[in-house]
């Protein structure tokens, strides 16, 4: 994703060096864009030795295997956003998460920066009913995730280290 236009004037950005790093910066304001990573949350949901996957119904990486969750919203806590998402993909209510690690990865090739919070989820009882951003919902045994398709490295990496 290729930035061009200041968020505050509309002026063009032009790429300059500060503080060691190539930044773009606003050539009639001055203002200075970073970059900063998009919070999201994603559920680790693990029910004896079966790992709980969520199918992409769009892109980016869609038709892949994902974790369940999503962007953080304005004026949410990163557990009030992965409770709000689990209740939009899966319908369900979260009883416990654990929070386990932050990933950094971009949102499909060449997109954003995301900064990801992984959680360790436990369910509340209930049926579970995927939400219009899933297209199929599958329990794998932890012996046999399907690595290979799975679009974001991050989960690959969060599900070796913690399922």
């Known amino acids: 994703m290729r930035y061009r236009f200041c968020m505050a004037c509309?002026?063009?950005l032009r790429r300059v060096r500060e503080e060691g790093r190539v930044r773009l910066r606003c050539r009639r304001c001055g203002w200075t864009f970073y970059g900063n990573p998009i919070p999201a949350s994603v559920a680790l949901i693990v029910r004896g030795e079966k790992v709980l996957l969520?199918?992409?119904?769009?892109?980016?990486y869609q038709g892949t295997w994902d974790?369940?969750?999503g962007f953080v919203e304005a004026g949410e806590t990163p557990e009030r956003g992965l409770a709000r998402e689990i209740r939009e993909e899966l319908g369900a209510r979260i009883r416990s998460a654990r929070f386990l690690a932050f990933y950094t990865e971009t949102y499909g090739p060449g997109g954003f920066p995301i900064l990801a919070a992984v959680f360790r989820v436990r369910l509340a009882r209930g049926r579970l009913r995927r939400g219009s951003d899933v297209s199929e919902l599958r329990w794998f045994p932890r012996r046999s995730l399907p690595y290979r398709q799975i679009g974001f490295a991050s989960v690959r990496q969060a599900l070796r280290l913690f399922a």
């Open 67 to 69: 974790l369940p969750g």
């Open 54 to 60: 969520a199918r992409r119904a769009a892109e980016p």
């Open 10 to 12: 509309g002026g063009r």
